[in-house]
């Protein structure tokens, strides 16, 4: 931890939380660091303020960041553990498996952005790759300025071995 004068920015202390967990060992090298929506959620601060955890961490040489896959503990050679499904996938099986079960209804809408980050603790950029994915699949349709919507029936995937295959896919891809 860094010596400091004066009052600790609420990054910077949050960053000692993390740079503790870390020098104890319950954070290795390799390891992901909190997301931005976990420090959200989990330190009560808002995004701007988590993005710039990351970045303190990274200037205190303890992290680095991977575009698209998150920040890890470590140099940047050091292996690291990389999810083997990604999030928006893992939430996209969820919603296509609530449209299967009837939960989600046709020509009904799927729940929000904001819900999808508040329930799942994800970014905005993710919650928007969730409807993405569910859109190339014919699960759901998008209206612009209105919502996104379960599609009719006859779009979703056309057998229930493609049904099964798509919502797998979204799992284990």
Request: hydrophobic letters at 35%; one cysteine or more; a positive charge.
């Amino acid at each position: 931890m860094l010596d400091r004068e004066g009052p600790v920015p609420l990054y910077a202390q949050v960053a000692d939380i993390i740079e503790a967990r870390i020098r104890s060992g319950e954070l290795r090298d390799g390891d992901p660091v909190p997301s931005e929506a976990a420090m959200e959620t989990g330190f009560a601060i808002a995004r701007t303020t988590a993005r710039r955890v990351a970045r303190e961490l990274r200037d205190r040489g303890l992290a680095y960041t991977v575009q698209g896959e998150g920040t890890f503990v470590g140099p940047p050679d050091v292996a690291r553990q990389r999810r083997t499904v990604p999030i928006s996938r893992q939430i996209a099986a969820d919603i296509a498996e609530r449209i299967c079960n009837g939960e989600l209804r046709p020509n009904r809408s799927i729940p929000s952005e904001k819900w999808l980050m508040r329930h799942y603790g994800v970014a905005k950029v993710t919650a928007r790759a969730v409807a993405a994915h569910l859109r190339e699949q014919g699960w759901v349709f998008t209206v612009p300025y209105r919502g996104t919507y379960v599609s009719p029936e006859e779009r979703w995937p056309t057998t229930r071995n493609d049904r099964q295959t798509t919502v797998v896919e979204s799992s284990t891809s």
